[in-house]
């Protein structure tokens, strides 16, 4: 049994470790959910994240992991007989292709090696075909450490193919990675607040555009719990379809405070800042899975270029240090090794990590 009184300090690339203000406000006393105190509560971190995320259309909350919201954005706004644009270039981006066809789209399937990016000709040869309705895109795949060129593609599709709906899991880049919403023209993004919002798992944050709720209003058999039309008309007040994880809520009201008081161009450097620190030493011990010019900015996948046992020198920094990081993920696993540097992690702990991974491997 783990040690509740002494929790490891979490480097895996999600959940990241949490702070003990943040985790007092998981323990506020609650609130009903359908009262003006919580009304006031939502309303006040919608309107936060809306600065946060530089949007003026809709932001939801959605008590569920960011996984579900890929069921959403389909279900919502792919309709019956229109076809997906899926493109892939590691697991997760490649599990959202699996997960729109279960929910009965068509889909067609852009993929690249795990650890390459999705450049933007790529996708303009697909869509020139005038074939699809959509596209969904990974904007940082957690399981490569990989950033999409995700400016560069929404440039040319904005310029190029403008009523296409642009799907943009950001599940490890919201927060932590530049993110304009409105600017950059999507439709639909969403991430899991256990990544570069260091809160624990258990609750996403959606934002959704005008025009894919118009969508939306249009596509038969949404379903009820992921409906972005009742999402809707829940939020006009400042309230939830169905009944929210408020304690999430509070550390979320908490850590938005926090990030607009910092303000979003000093929380994109100090991530920056901590994946060159990463990087650099990545470059100098090992080597990086991918491209630099592509390499994320919240967590680093080191390549296991000296061939060390991964599994024995994280359960060693583990029982030394009560620390974890993370080994690669699935068909990465002991090739590549990978280092969270988001949310509250500082460049002092990584400091400490990365020295005590320096004294196990020699």
């Known amino acids: 049994m783990a040690d509740w009184k002494n929790p490891p300090r979490l480097f895996i690339p999600g959940p990241v470790m949490v702070v003990d203000d943040v985790l007092q406000q998981l323990a506020r006393p609650t609130l009903g959910h359908r009262g003006k105190e919580y009304a006031q509560l939502h309303g006040e971190t919608v309107e936060m994240l809306k600065k946060i995320l ?23 706004c792919v309709a019956p007989g229109e076809t997906l644009l899926a493109t892939g270039c590691g697991a997760f ?84 990675l530049p993110l304009k919403f409105d600017e950059l023209g999507w439709d639909v993004a969403f991430a899991s607040v256990q990544k570069a919002f260091a809160i624990p798992p258990g609750f996403a944050v959606a934002v959704v555009s005008n025009r894919a709720l118009e969508k939306s209003k249009k596509v038969p058999s949404r379903g ?12 006009q007040k400042n309230q939830t379809l169905v009944t929210p994880s408020i304690p999430h809520i509070m550390a979320l009201n ?13 929380v994109w450097k100090r991530h920056a800042k901590m994946a060159d620190f990463v990087r650099s030493w990545a470059k100098e011990k090992f080597g990086l899975f991918c491209e630099e010019k592509y390499a ?41 090794f990978r280092i969270a540097h988001m949310g509250d992690i500082t460049m002092d702990d990584l400091k400490e990590l990365l020295g005590w991974i320096d004294e196990e491997i020699g």
């Open 296 to 336: 994320s900015n919240t967590l680093t996948a080191v390549k296991n270029t000296r061939g060390i046992n991964v599994g024995e020198v994280i359960s060693a920094v583990q029982k030394k240090h009560n620390t974890a990081f993370g080994n690669g993920y699935k068909k990465l696993k002991e090739q590549t």
């Open 224 to 235: 009820y719990y992921f409906n972005f039309e009742l999402w809707a008309d829940a939020a």
């Open 54 to 76: 530089f949007t003026n259309q809709h932001v939801f909350l959605s008590t569920s992991s960011a996984s579900g919201i890929w069921e959403a954005a389909v279900r919502n």
């Open 254 to 266: 908490y850590q938005c405070h926090k990030l607009v008081k910092e303000g979003m161009e000093n």
């Open 93 to 176: 981006s490649d599990k959202w292709a699996d997960v729109a066809r279960s929910c009965g789209a068509n889909v067609d399937e852009l993929k690249v090696d795990w650890g390459k990016p999705v450049l933007p000709e790529m996708i303009d040869e697909k869509l020139a075909t005038g074939k699809y309705a959509a596209i969904t895109l990974v904007h940082n795949e957690t399981s490569t450490g990989l950033m999409n060129p995700v400016a560069e593609i929404s440039k040319m599709m904005k310029k190029k193919y403008p009523d296409v709906l642009v799907f943009v899991d950001t599940v490890s880049g919201m927060i932590g």
